[in-house]
C-alpha cells in the first residue's frame, strides 16, 4: 500500500544554517505530495506541493523538488530562522486515503 | 472564508461517556477528512468522506468510533464509551478536490 517515510525524528540546527528533510514515498500511482508545517497549538497547513516530476516548487524560502526516479520530496531552506521551529509532515495523494508521514520536528536555536 | 470550523476546542469527559465532535468544512468543498494526533501516534488518518458519502474508513477504531456527514456544511464524529486513550487532538480537514486540504483547529479531547 501506499506509504510515506519520514527518518527524522527530530532535527536540531542553529539560526542561519541549511535544512534538509528527508521524505520518500511508495505508490504504485502518479502522486501528488506535500509538506505540511505545524506551530505549537496551531493546525497542520500546507507549505508546499508538487505533482511535476523534477521541478523546484518554492514558498516562504523553503523548496522541494519532487524525484519520481527515487520517489522522494525532500524539504531544504538554505538558512533556518527560529520562527522555522515546528513539526513538519510529509503528505501522498493519490487515488486513496491522503498518507502522512511521522513528522520531523524542526528545533531552530539562537 | 472562516476557514475549517471545529467545535469544540476542547472537551474533556469521564471515562465511559460519549463525545461527540463537530467539524464545519469550508463552502464549497467536497471532500472531508478526519484525522487524530497525539504525541505518541502522530497524525493518524481515520475516515474521509467525499459529496457526503463515506469513502474510507480503515483508520477507523472498529468499535467506539463512528463519523458521519448529514449535509454538506458539517460532519461529526462520535467517540462512545470514551476512554483515556481516546485523549488526543482530532482535526477536521477539507478540500475541493482529491489533493490540498485545510486543517481545522482542532478539538483536544481529555478522557479523564
Known amino acids: 500500500g501506499d506509504s510515506v517515510t519520514q527518518t527524522e525524528g527530530l532535527v536540531t540546527l542553529t539560526k542561519g544554517l541549511p535544512v534538509m528533510l528527508n521524505c520518500t514515498y511508495q505508490t504504485t500511482y502518479s502522486p501528488f505530495l506535500f509538506w505540511y508545517v505545524q506551530h505549537l497549538n496551531e493546525a497542520p497547513k500546507l507549505l508546499l506541493k508538487?505533482?511535476?516530476?523534477?521541478k523546484r516548487t518554492e514558498h516562504q524560502g523553503f523548496y522541494a523538488t519532487l524525484h519520481k526516479s527515487s520517489s522522494s520530496f525532500h524539504l531544504q531552506k538554505s538558512s533556518v530562522q527560529l520562527s522555522d521551529s515546528a513539526l513538519y509532515f510529509c503528505?501522498?495523494?493519490?487515488?486513496?486515503?491522503?498518507?502522512f508521514g511521522a513528522g520531523t520536528k524542526l528545533s531552530v536555536k539562537p | 472564508n472562516a476557514g475549517v470550523i471545529q467545535t469544540p476546542r476542547h472537551k474533556v469527559t469521564g471515562k465511559g461517556q460519549e463525545a461527540t465532535l463537530w467539524c464545519e468544512p469550508i463552502s464549497g468543498h467536497s471532500a472531508v477528512f478526519w484525522y487524530r494526533q497525539t504525541i505518541v501516534q502522530g497524525l493518524e488518518f481515520l475516515t474521509y468522506f467525499r459529496n457526503q458519502a463515506p469513502i474510507d474508513d480503515s483508520g477507523m477504531p472498529k468499535e467506539r468510533f463512528s463519523a458521519q456527514m448529514p449535509n454538506q456544511s458539517h460532519s461529526t464524529l462520535k467517540i462512545q464509551s470514551t476512554q483515556p486513550q481516546d485523549s488526543a487532538v482530532y482535526l477536521c480537514?477539507?478540500?475541493?478536490?482529491?489533493?490540498?486540504?485545510?486543517f481545522g483547529p482542532g478539538t483536544r479531547l481529555t478522557v479523564l
Open positions: 503528505a501522498l495523494s493519490d487515488t486513496g486515503a491522503p498518507r
Open positions: 508538487s505533482s511535476t516530476d523534477n
Open positions: 480537514a477539507s478540500s475541493s478536490d482529491r489533493y490540498e486540504q485545510y
